[in-house]
Every structure is written in C-alpha cells, then in structure tokens.
C-alpha cells in the first residue's frame, strides 16, 4: 500500500511568515500534485510536479519533488490570510494506474 | 455549470438504510472517481470509472459498497446498510483520463462539491 506522510498535520501562523509542508512516501510516483482545499468545497489543483528534482513557483508558493520521486514539499512565502485551507498532496501511481493516493493533509490558518 | 456536481449535498440516514449518492462529471470525461473524506483528512480512493467499466475497485471498503456510471456520463455509489462509520463526506472527480494523458502528469481530476453523510 503507498502511504503518503505529510507534516505538520496543523499548522497556525501570523500573516507575513513563511512555512514549509512536507509530504513523505516509502514509494516512489510518476508525479506528484498538491491540491488546496476549503470548506465544503472539493480540493483543487494547485500543481503537478513530474520530474525528480524539479521546483515549481506559483506566486508566493514553492513546490519541490525530491530528486527519488518519494517526497515534496510545499513552501509559502509571506503567508496571507487567502492562503489558509486544508493542503493535499497527491501521488500518481505507476503507468496504467490512474488513481490518486491523498496525503494525510495539512490544516494551515494564517492569522491576520 | 460546467464543474462536477453532486447530489444531494447532505445526506441524514439511520442506521440500516440504504442510500444513493449521485455524481454528474464535467461533459466529455471518460474517468471519474469516487473518495471518502472523513473529519477534514485525506481523501480514501474507493472506485474508478473508464467509460461505464470500473478497472479499480480496490478501495471500495466492503459488498455493502457498490457503484456503478451509466453512459459514460453519471454515476451513482450506493451504499447498503448503512452504518455509522460510513459517515463522512463523499468526493466525486473527473477527468480526461487516459493512459497517454496520466503518463505526461497531467491527470488533473477536478472535483465536486461533496455529498456529506451522516448515519445516525
């Protein structure tokens, strides 16, 4: 079974700081996406990252897959209120397999 | 709309009863899912849709769990005699699916709202 470990599990700070999510995993993906996710709404994707080592920017956030293809971590940069939400990341399985294997989430609150 | 959506948005059953729970994917995509989502955590992969066939139904938690899309189109996921640990929220997604397409990363599923389920 691939599990995928994300830490920390909540996560509240003041508007202005930065932080880092992790998201760990015994198994290696094809690719890997983060997926951000409010109340009563579905999750909705932020990124994909594909290639071991590649860095991906999207404004102030970070996204990095590890150079084995079993890790990613999230980075915010000057975290704003509209960043607070429940982060999901997401492992694509092997070719032919199309099912998403969800972390365990990260609950983040950015505090004015 | 054009997103996914689901129906009914909340769900209150008792103990025992069977519930159906409906999705209707964007127009054109071939793959849809379904997911279990409790108390604000990951998502739980149940089933997956390529066209009516479900290659992957190794999530499905036990036979009281059952889906089935007709058309290419809707789904439902039934769940017989409820019980309570079947509370949570379920989470319908499509996508374009296709192998080609999951093996460029692109398999971007796009989700509905959720059907939240409550047995009492």
């Known amino acids: 079974t691939q599990l995928l470990e994300q830490s920390p599990q909540f996560l509240s700070i003041q508007e202005g700081e930065n932080l880092t999510v992790y998201c760990n995993s015994s198994s290696v993906f094809s690719s890997l996406q983060w997926y951000r996710q409010e109340p009563g709404e579905g999750p909705v994707l932020l990124v994909t990252?594909?290639?071991?080592?590649e860095v991906k920017k999207l404004k102030r956030l970070t996204f990095q897959f590890g150079d084995a293809r079993k890790d990613s971590s999230l980075h915010i940069t000057a975290a704003q209120p509209g960043d607070t939400g429940l982060y999901l990341c997401a492992g694509v399985g092997n070719f032919g397999n199309e099912k998403l294997t969800f972390g365990t989430g990260t609950r983040l609150t950015i505090i004015p | 709309g054009a997103g996914v959506s689901q129906s009914p948005s909340n769900k209150v059953t008792e103990k025992g009863k069977d519930v159906e729970l409906r999705c209707d994917p964007i127009s054109g995509h071939t793959a849809l899912y379904w997911y279990r989502q409790s108390l604000g955590q990951g998502l739980e992969f149940l089933i997956y849709?390529?066209?009516?066939?479900?290659?992957?139904k190794s999530g499905l938690p036990s036979d009281r769990f059952s889906a089935e899309r007709t058309g290419g189109s809707v789904s439902t996921l039934t769940i017989q005699r409820t019980q309570q640990e079947d509370s949570a929220v379920y989470l319908c997604a499509s996508s374009l699916g296709g192998v080609l397409y999951v093996a460029g990363g692109r398999n971007e599923q796009f989700f509905g709202p959720g059907t939240r389920l409550t047995v009492l």
């Open positions: 849709f390529q066209g009516n066939s479900a290659p992957d």
């Open positions: 990252v594909v290639t071991g080592g």
